[in-house]
Each structure stands twice: as C-alpha cells, then as structure tokens.
C-alpha cells in the first residue's frame, strides 16, 4: 500500500464548476499537508500549505484536511482553462527529510 | 518563476554514459531536494542536502551520486546509465529541512533521454 493515494483521473470538467480534488494516507505521523500544480514540462509549483486539520482558503482555491480521517481535499471554485493542469498533493513529517507525493490528477478545464 | 534554476534543461545521452544536473537554490535557501519523475512512479525522493552535509537519501540508485558545495548549489551525478533512468529530474529547495514554514520549491527540472 503507498503511503499517499491519489486518483490519477483524468478528470475533465466544464469551465466555471467546482472541481474537488483528494488524497488519503495511512501514516498518522504526517503533520504538513501541501498542495502542488504542475503543467506540462514545468516543475511543481507551490499552490497551498497547511498544517492543521480544518480549511485554509486563497482565493478561489480551499485546502481541506481531516486528520481523523487521513483525508486531503483540494477545492477550485469558479474553474478557469488556465487551471488545466496536473495535481499533486504533498505531505512531510515534522522533521523528516522528505515530501512524499501522490500519484497526482490530472485536470482538464473545457471552455 | 520558483527562484530555483537547473541547467541543462534537455539532456540526450546513449546507455552507459555519465551526466551532471546542476541545480541552484533560491537565495536563503540552504536546503536541497533531489526527485526523479517518471509517468509509472510519479515523483520519487532520490536524495536531501542541507548545508553542504547530507541528510537522506530515497530510493537512489547506487550509480547515482549528489554533492552540494559550499555556495549551495547542487549537483546530481548519474553514471553508467540506463534506458530506464529517462525521466525528468527536479531539484527542489527550503529554508530549513521541510515540514513547518519550509515548504518545497521546485525547478523546471531536467529531462534526461537515454538511448
């Protein structure tokens, strides 16, 4: 079993639309949750950061995290073209030395 | 623009070959991270420096080695390679060694093609 599971998709919604995004994890241990966007031939760009269980919001984007449940969301509200792209979701232990990542989503926004 | 600068971005070698990634941190950045992607395994830790000393190491292989200087750069060192070392190699940085306030940053990467 990986330590972070992340449906590859791909999902494809039509521009405007709430796109939801998630991850699970098995290890308890993980306290820092990050979300990453990455477009074709680029590296990962930092979207979202937290550490708590609850949302955390930047503009149309909303991070969720239910530690109980070992479950992350990512939220995209009002979903533009320009928001096509490939998802990761990210997570560290306190301390640890490295960032494990899920599979990552890939995304499509239909004008 | 993540402040993160690796050269070469493309890279085009024959099996058994040896090549160097180079990568710069952002400035103030004093940690770096080293992952390999590829479409089957995703992103994958190969290894962390932080300060010029060596933290940990993932799932690198024994023919690939990383150092990072005294200015902080990096560089990532894959020898005798293999078809199946093609991916694209990311360096990443931090502030410190990841988890609070030292979120990862990442470069555009290297694609690295073995034939």
């Known amino acids: 079993q990986k330590e972070v599971e992340q449906d590859p998709g791909p999902l494809s919604v039509p521009e405007g639309a709430i796109v939801s995004l998630n991850c699970t994890y098995s290890?308890?241990?993980?306290?820092?949750f990050m979300w990453y966007r990455q477009y074709s031939r680029k590296g990962p760009e930092l979207l979202m950061y937290?550490?708590?269980?609850g949302n955390k919001e930047d503009g149309r984007f909303t991070a969720q995290v239910d530690k109980s449940s070992k479950y992350i969301s990512l939220f995209i509200r009002d979903s533009q073209p320009s928001d096509s792209a490939t998802y990761l979701c990210a997570m560290i232990i306190q301390g640890a030395q490295k960032l494990v990542f899920g599979q990552g989503t890939r995304l499509t926004i239909n004008p | 623009d993540s402040g993160v600068t690796q050269t070469p971005k493309h890279l085009i070698t024959a099996t058994g070959q040896r090549v160097t990634l180079r990568c710069s941190p952002r400035s103030g950045d004093l940690s770096v991270y080293w992952y390999q992607q590829s479409l089957d395994q995703g992103l994958q830790f190969l290894i962390h420096?932080?300060?010029?000393?060596?933290?940990a190491k993932g799932n690198i292989l024994e023919r690939f080695s990383a150092q990072q200087f005294p200015d902080l750069h990096s560089e990532l060192n894959l020898s005798s390679l293999e078809l199946g070392d093609s991916a694209l190699y990311f360096c990443?940085?931090?502030?410190?060694?990841?988890?609070?306030?030292?979120?990862?940053?990442f470069g555009n990467g290297t694609r690295l093609t073995v034939t």
């Open positions: 990443a940085s931090s502030v410190a060694t990841g988890g609070r306030n030292s979120p990862l940053h």
């Open positions: 420096y932080y300060n010029g000393e060596e933290r």
């Open positions: 290890n308890s241990a993980f306290q820092y």
């Open positions: 937290t550490y708590s269980s």
